[in-house]
Nanobody, 125 residues
Framework: QVQLVESGGGLVQAGGSLRLSCAASGRTFSSYPTGWFRQAPGKEREFVAAVNWRGDSTYYSASVKGRFTISRDNAKNTVYLQMNSLKPEDTAVYYC??????????????????WGQGTQVTVSS
């Protein structure tokens, strides 16, 4: 069993930055591909970014590419999402997800096995 705990959310002005962290329990987390998703009020959950288990292959949604960076520190069992140049439309609850096994990154929510409780990100205009 893996538990994921997100942190780092908050209120920021447009153009600002935040760094989200996803801390995982379990010794095998370092072998799990991981992703970030978000869900805005009244909208479906959407993919944001994903990273393979080694941390050397990443993928981003078109809406965040060039502004967000996903990374991981397997020694710390933690995945990060650095968010720069934030926009009001980035406002959402952000979720971390981990998948048991796999050698690439994954972009569909049904491909993941474990989810965190989410952290709120609010960007004011």
């Amino acid at each position: 069993q893996v538990q994921l705990v997100e942190s780092g959310g908050g209120l920021v002005q447009a153009g600002g930055s935040l760094r989200l962290s996803c801390a995982a329990s379990g010794r095998t987390f370092s072998s799990y591909p991981t992703g970030w998703f978000r869900q805005a009020p009244g909208k479906e959950r959407e993919f944001v970014a994903a990273v393979n288990w080694r941390g050397d292959s990443t993928y981003y949604s078109a809406s965040v590419k060039g502004r967000f960076t996903i990374s991981r520190d397997n020694a710390k069992n933690t995945v990060y999402l650095q968010m720069n140049s934030l926009k009001p439309e980035d406002t959402a609850v952000y979720y971390c997800a981990a998948r048991v096994g796999g050698f690439i990154y994954y972009i569909r929510d049904y491909e993941y096995d474990y989810w965190g409780q989410g952290t709120q990100v609010t960007v004011s205009s």
